[in-house]
């Protein structure tokens, strides 16, 4: 692909610093809008361009999509919980941050938004692998937000002709995972334990099972998006991985003891990707292993551990 133009919203957290980095390496001009609540300046390859903006500013947020080829928007209060206690704030961020995109997107004909959703929009299902065309059971506002951003992007794609595909990427990890939040993602959560010589707590009984993403598999993902011309607009794609691994499993990888506490409000029980359609549409399937993946976050994790905690 030529040299392009592209925004990326939320790209100072941790999957958006990573596809900015990608995009800067294939030699595309990147702008990077976020408001760094939870994103860091320091994740921001040093040849984007930061602009501190919040993406429920809509006429701030606009001046910035000028000229732009291609939008990537991650921005979100990306945490089951958090919208369970907050569904309010995260409503305005997940879903009107979301339809702003949108809507300065189109004022400004970009060529495509590759949007980011959830596999939380599955809730629980009869069967696994998850399948796109299989009814949503969102179980938590967060769940329910990335849904409503998954239909305002067909909308947008069917009324407006503004190409947005929606991802739905499944339990991300690897470097740069947040660490020191009380939302953290398990993995972060048993890194930061084990180095305080402190068990790992385990939500519920452990044998909840997820279908975890590398980092990197998942940019992939997000750049063959961008770029495939099977993509027209309004899909939905799985963004995961089709082998299923249990928290217990994840927990025996960082190789520390474990308790249990309550189950988490709101969390699915199973998932599991089907990636059929991101093969044939994206040409996409996951390459790293769990085990091989954890250990590229451990490594990582030990050697800035004390610049994190």
């Not at 760094?36 to 390859?45: A, C, D, F």
């Not at 080829?69 to 979100?76: C, R, S, T, Y």
């Not at 402190?198 to 992939?220: H, M, S």
Request: include cysteine; glycine fraction near 8%; hydrophobic fraction near 40%.
């Amino acid at each position: 692909m030529q040299k392009a133009k592209i925004l990326v919203t939320g790209g100072a957290g941790f999957i958006g610093s990573h596809l900015v980095e990608k995009l800067v390496e294939l030699g595309h001009d990147v702008l990077v809008i976020d408001n760094l609540s939870t994103g860091k300046k320091e994740n921001v390859h040093p040849e984007a361009e930061l602009h501190q903006v919040d993406i429920c500013d809509f006429e701030t947020l606009s001046l910035y999509f000028k000229g732009v080829d291609f939008v990537f928007h991650l921005a979100a209060l990306p945490r089951v919980l958090v919208s369970v206690q907050d569904p309010l704030t995260t409503s305005k961020v997940n879903i009107l941050g979301a339809i702003n995109v949108f809507e300065a997107s189109r004022q400004n004909s970009v060529k495509r938004v590759v949007n980011t959703s959830s596999s939380s929009v599955y809730g629980n299902q009869k069967t696994l692998p998850l399948k796109e065309d299989m009814v949503p059971n969102p179980l938590s506002p967060y769940a329910a937000q990335k849904l409503a951003g998954e239909y305002f992007a067909k909308l947008y794609a069917q009324l407006y002709s503004l190409p947005v595909v929606s991802l739905r990427p499944f339990n991300v990890y690897g470097p740069r995972i947040d660490v020191n939040s009380e939302y953290s993602l398990a993995l972060g959560r048993f890194l930061k334990l084990k180095s305080q010589n402190k068990p790992l707590t385990i939500e519920g009984d452990g044998e909840q099972t997820r279908g975890y993403c590398f980092v990197g598999d998942l940019v992939r993902a997000f750049v063959l998006a961008m770029e495939s011309q099977k993509v027209k607009g309004g899909e939905v794609i799985n963004a995961g991985s089709d082998k299923a691994y249990s928290i217990n499993y994840l927990a025996d990888l960082i190789g520390k003891e474990k308790v249990y506490g309550p189950a988490r409000q709101g969390d699915v029980r199973h998932t599991k990707a089907d990636v059929s359609l991101a093969k044939e549409l994206l040409g996409w399937e996951p390459e790293k292993d769990l085990a091989e993946g954890v250990e590229i976050t451990k490594k990582w994790f030990e050697k800035n551990n004390s610049q994190l905690t």
